[in-house]
């Protein structure tokens, strides 16, 4: 069975540091991950995804994220953190096949003071 | 290009009724997924649909159901309303450009916040 963690509920950064956001997988075969976010009262934004090839992904909004295979994480980064970054980050995982479902991890709040 | 629209965005209903919610995918996206957001379980799989077919469904009682139309337009249902199926219902559209439905870049609407009294 397929599972996702994000073993922090809530991040806090100043603005203008490092942030990671944390996320572990479990699935049989080749995981498919996605970081999405979400803005107060707003549905999710796709930020980036892993497929194959780099294990280094860029996104959107300067976020990049690495998949590491042996630790099967795939943490989200941002080298400066921006106070227009507090939001909600959801970490999701599925598989190649037709009967594959996504999963969402619990969510991490990212808080930037400023 | 238009994003994922839902309709309506705020609905308060009483415990045993029923309710519809519509959703529009963006233009070309040929699959539409549901999901139900609540705080204490967080983000869940519905259903997915795709060429007015489901393909996918989650761990849900039959009391929600759900469609898709030529159009793509898809609608959920919930009959017999509970005190528990109060949460954002969000919908993602995708272009199931040929992987799997589930590894599509979903794009979502802003949802629909039930409030079940």
């Known amino acids: 069975a397929q599972s996702v963690a994000q073993p922090e509920d809530q991040v806090n950064v100043a603005e203008g540091n490092p942030l990671t956001v944390k996320c572990t997988y479990s699935?049989?075969?080749?995981?498919?991950l996605f970081w999405y976010v979400q803005y107060p009262n707003r549905g999710l934004q796709f930020l980036l995804k892993?497929?194959?090839?780099?294990?280094l992904v860029k996104g959107s909004y300067g976020f990049e994220a690495e998949f590491n295979k042996s630790q099967t994480s795939f943490h989200l980064k941002k080298p400066s953190a921006l106070v227009s970054d507090s939001a909600l980050y959801f970490c999701?995982?599925?598989?190649?096949?037709?009967?594959?479902?996504?999963?969402f991890g619990s969510g991490t709040r990212l808080s930037i003071r400023p | 290009k238009a994003g994922v629209t839902q309709t309506p965005r705020y609905l308060i209903k009483t415990r045993g009724q029923q309710v519809t919610l519509s959703c529009s995918p963006i233009?070309?996206?040929?699959?539409v997924s549901w999901y139900q957001q609540t705080p204490g379980q967080g983000l869940q799989f519905l259903f997915e649909?795709?060429?007015?077919?489901?393909?996918n469904k989650g761990n849900f009682p039959g009391r929600f159901s759900g469609r898709q139309f030529s159009n793509s337009r898809s609608e959920m249902n919930v009959s017999t309303l509970e005190l528990g199926d109060s949460a954002l219902y969000l919908c993602?559209?995708?272009?199931?450009?040929?992987?799997?439905?589930?590894?599509?870049?979903?794009?979502f609407g802003p949802g629909t916040r039930l409030t079940v009294l």
């Open positions: 993602a559209s995708s272009l199931l450009s040929g992987g799997a439905p589930s590894t599509d870049t979903q794009y």
């Open positions: 699935v049989s075969g080749n995981p498919y």
């Open positions: 892993y497929i194959t090839g780099d294990n």
């Open positions: 999701a995982v599925t598989i190649w096949s037709s009967a594959s479902k996504i999963i």
């Open positions: 233009s070309g996206h040929r699959s």
């Open positions: 649909y795709f060429s007015e077919t489901q393909r």
